[in-house]
C-alpha cells in the first residue's frame, strides 16, 4: 500500500470524507453536536467568573439562584450533545468502514490470480480487516474530536484576548515551540504506526500459511524452527506496539 510522505494526506482524508455522503445528515447533526458540546463548556467558566463577581461578591442572591440555574441547565445540555456526539460519530464510522470493507471485498473478487500468487493471505486479511477498522477510530475518536477542541481552544483564545490581549500573547509566547514539538511527534507516531501495520501483517501472514501447511511442518519435523520464528516475529510486533 503507498504512502505519501507527509504525517496528513488531504488527499487521502478527502477520497474518505467521500463515504460520508449516504450519511450526510448524521455527519452535519455530529458535527453540530460538535459545536454546540464546544459551546457549552466554554460557556460554564464564563457562568462562574459571573457568579463570583456579580452575585456572590455584592451578594445578589437572586441573580445567584439564577445563574445556578442557568449553569445546570449548560451542563446538563453539554452532557446531552456529549452523549450525541460520541454515539452518532461512532455510529457514523461504523457504518463507513462497512461500506469501504464491502467495496474492498469486491474490488478484491476481480483481482488477477497472478495477485493473489504475489500477495501473502494473512497481508491481505490484514488490509482487509486491522487496517480498515482502524478508519473507524478517524470518526469515532479522531476527526470530530480534534474539530470540537480546536473549535473549544479558538473560543477559548477569543475570550482571552477579549478579556487581557496583553496577557494572551505572553501565554501564546511559547504557542510556536509547542507547534514544532507536535510535528516532529506527529512524524515519529507516523513511523511507528507504519512499524506495526507491517508487524500485524507479517504476524497475520505467518500465522496463516503455518495453520494451512501444519501438515508439511509437521511431515519436515519443523516444529522447534517455527516455533523459534514465531516467537522471532512476536517479538518484533511487540517491540513495535511498545514504540507506539
Known sequence: MATSGNAFDFKLFGRLLQFTRPYRLIFWFVVISAILVSGFSVLQPILLEKIIDDSIIPKDYDNLVFLILLMGLFLILEVVFQFFFIYF?????????????VKLFDKILYFKMRYFDKSSVGRLTTRAVNDIETISSIFGEGLFTIASDLLKMLVILGFMFYSSWQLTLIVLAVFPLILYATRLFQKAMKTAFEEVRNQVANLNTFVQERITGMKIVQIFTRENTEYKNFENINSKHKDAWIKT
Do not use: E, K, M, Q
Open 89 to 101: 460519530s461512532n455510529w457514523l464510522g461504523l457504518h463507513v468502514v462497512r461500506d469501504i470493507r
